[in-house]
């Protein structure tokens, strides 16, 4: 069993729609919880990060952690064809950089415009 | 703008021969990793390495080696490249202390073994 799981779509949505990507993760250790999104020929980026369990809000973007679950989500109200990426969960037990990120495989979201 | 360099975009290279992946970044960041990315299988850690002239193995180094003369760049290389490590390469770097250490990674380089 992967440490984390993650759907790899493709998630096909029309424009403005609610969009709703998870996680699901076996470690118990993790504390970090990040979300990064990946443009077509581009590296990964940061979109959010949240520590321990609880919601995380930024503009049309809501992180969630449930670690009694163990489950990570990201929503994205109000979807544009500019959020057509390719979205990877990440997490990691600590903060300092020897701390190694586990990466989901990430979804594949395209919004039609 | 901070930034994370990888050298070539695109790369085809044939059976055998060695190929050397370069990757230099400008923000003094101790951590430098190096992943390859295929689908359905994600980012897949190869080698890191947590200071200049040390290396840590990820989780899949075999037919891999990096080096890591100087604190900016971190090169990946392929021994004696073989058809099945086509993929797409991407170089990272992580400061070593902050409240959550952002990777930042370079744009990748395709590499196609023929």
Redesign the interface.
């Known amino acids: 069993q992967k440490e984390v799981e ?1 759907d ?1 779509g493709p998630l096909s949505v029309p424009e403005g729609a609610i969009v709703s990507l998870n996680c699901t993760y076996s470690n118990s250790a993790f504390q ?1 919880f ?1 979300w ?1 999104r990946q443009y077509s ?6 979109l959010m ?1 949240t ?1 321990s369990s609880g919601n995380k809000e930024d503009g049309r973007f809501t992180a969630q952690v449930d670690k009694s679950s163990k489950y990570i989500s990201l929503f994205i109200r109000d979807s544009q064809p500019s959020d057509s990426a390719t979205y ?1 969960c ?1 997490m990691s037990a600590g ?7 586990i ?4 979804t594949r979201l395209k919004v039609l415009a | 703008d901070v930034k ?1 360099t990888q050298s070539s975009r695109y790369l085809v290279k044939r059976t055998g021969e060695k190929v050397f992946l370069e990757c230099v970044q400008d923000m003094d ?3 430098m990793f190096w992943y390859r990315q295929d ?5 897949r ?1 190869i080698y ?1 390495s ?1 200071d200049v002239k040390m290396k840590e193995k990820g989780d899949i180094p075999e037919g891999y080696s990096v080096s890591r003369e100087k604190k900016e760049r971190f090169s990946l290389i392929l021994e004696s490249a073989s058809t099945n490590q086509t993929s797409m390469y ?1 170089c ?1 770097s ?10 930042f ?4 380089t395709r590499l196609t073994v023929v």
Do not use: D
Not at chain 1, 41 to 46: S, T, V
Not at chain 1, 103 to 106: A, D, M, P, S, V
């Open positions: 993650q790899p970090y990040m990064y020929r581009k590296g990964p980026e940061l990060y520590y990877l990440a903060p300092s950089g020897t701390y190694k990120y990466f989901g495989t990430g | 994370v960041h101790e951590n689908p359905g299988l994600g980012l850690l890191f947590y991407l990272a992580r400061p070593q202390t902050g409240s959550i250490t952002e990777a990674f370079g744009q990748g």
